[in-house]
């Protein structure tokens, strides 16, 4: 299993209305993803604001494996919601950071 992780650095201006309008439009790709397993997503509550950096929401998404995953980078609609993402966090793709790890 692959889970995908995204933390986010978002502008301040932006709403926890469009954040919510993201997720679950994140959410919604498990059923036009195959092998797209789950999703989870929270802000982080760590007292290490210096080591934070301002990335304060995250969201992960486990799928069953490597093709599964490379068939959600590749989707159209991914597309189009990271292109919203990179819109909405501080300094676009700079205010975002990917890890996958093998679970």
Request: proline share 1%; hydrophobic share 45%.
């Amino acid at each position: 299993m692959i889970r995908h992780l995204v933390f986010l650095k978002y502008r301040n201006s932006v709403s926890r209305d469009i954040k919510d309008g993201i997720l679950r439009d994140l959410e919604a790709l498990k059923t036009k993803v195959s092998g797209f397993i789950n999703f989870g997503s929270g802000s982080n509550i760590s007292p290490e604001n210096d080591v934070v950096r301002g990335f304060l929401d995250m969201f992960w998404i486990d799928f069953e494996d490597i093709s599964a995953r490379d068939a959600y980078l590749s989707n159209e609609t991914h597309k189009g919601i990271a292109a919203r993402i990179n819109a909405a966090t501080d300094a676009g793709i700079d205010g975002v950071f990917v890890c996958d790890v093998a679970v």
